[in-house]
DNA sequence: TAGTGTGATGACACGGCGTGTCATCACAGA
DNA sequence: TCTGTGATGACACGCCGTGTCATCACACTA
């Protein structure tokens, strides 16, 4: 037996969830936290940035793997075939298989401002991402800019309507959709 | 004489940023702003919700702006047309005028990852009342919550290029042009 | 003129967040 | 057997933001 009981991270990501998920993010302590989990308050905050960020913690790895994504595709791909295929990938890899979690997330954020913040953050660290794949490409930074931005709203908004729809609706399909739309709309 | 000093908001306002500009705002206390006011800490949070509010305190009212000017549209008028005359509005009464303190304020939010997320927040929130203004033009959720976000993100990325040109273009010609390109990428 | 209510501020206590710092000690490797 | 490393504990601390009650100039009323 070793010194500590190993996953420290791993206990600390599973009791605020469940503690969030009791009695909701601000009435959480991070001391709660820590004493569910076995550790010390200390030890949480070498884990996590802060208490948010804990909710976060299965997306780090987005932004690096879109830019992977961006890296590696043929360099005479249309920066809107990109996009979509891009999204394809994260909606089927990222999201289609956590719909339960991220839905049960959506309703902590919606009932915190704070947390509301660190997921427009999230947004924004993704649409950086996207923007420097585009200039890496070679494409001007303000288009770059403007393709990242636009490419997050899609994501996002269909993303919002696909765990809207009580059904298995593909979110890729519901993304098209919206680019249709916005196609449509811009005309 | 009356018993205190008058505008004890705008004098907390003007210390604030004085500070935040002389030492940055992470290094300035909230107990600093009051002392160069002239007044306790806990008035401080009596007039703004938190440190980095008195950032925004002179936005405050552009949601309703942008709500009243959708609301008093006629209602022949397309979404998009809208939107591209809304945001001609927006960007001569609130944004033309203001440029050295939208640039010292970009400053200090580039270097707070703080009021990155309270940025964040502003723009969700002008988002959110665009999308109320269409829902309540009869346009439906979705269609609304994409044409919000897309008309946020137009204001936004021309905003950053207008503060990065040190001549006075005009920022309502950089949206147009924004806009053509996002329509040349789209279609 | 006296009385009364109102609204902004002061004063004070307090819980919670996040950080700095040093000590501890199992484990791995030489 | 020794030594270094890395994760954790323990503790102090500053700052943020809130709750609560007291104070008192001013306006209003009779």
Redesign the interface.
């Known amino acids: 037996m070793s010194r500590w009981r190993p996953d420290a991270r791993e206990r600390l990501q599973q009791a605020a969830l469940e503690l969030f998920a009791e009695q909701g993010f601000a009435a959480t302590t991070v001391p709660e936290i820590t004493a569910r989990a076995g550790l010390t308050t200390r030890t949480f905050f070498r884990h996590f940035a802060d208490k948010r960020e804990v909710l976060y913690a299965d997306d780090a790895e987005v932004p690096a793997m879109v830019a992977t994504m961006m890296a590696e595709a043929p360099p005479s791909a249309e920066?809107?075939a990109l996009i979509v295929e891009g999204l394809r990938t994260v909606a089927e890899t990222r999201f289609e298989p956590r719909k339960a979690a991220l839905l049960a997330r959506r309703e902590l954020v919606r009932a915190d401002?704070g947390l509301?913040?660190?997921d427009?953050?999230k947004?924004?660290a993704m649409s950086e991402a996207i923007r420097e794949g585009f200039q890496t490409r070679g494409i001007d930074p303000?288009?770059a800019?403007?393709?990242a931005?636009?490419s997050v709203?899609l994501i996002?908004?269909s993303l919002?309507?696909w765990l809207d729809t009580p059904n298995d609706r593909k979110l890729y399909d519901i993304i098209l959709k919206?680019?249709a739309?916005?196609?449509n709309?811009?005309?």
């Open positions: 920066p809107l401002t509301q913040e660190r427009l953050r947004r924004a303000p288009r800019a403007l393709l931005e636009t709203t996002y908004v919002s309507e919206t680019l739309t916005l196609r709309a811009l005309g």
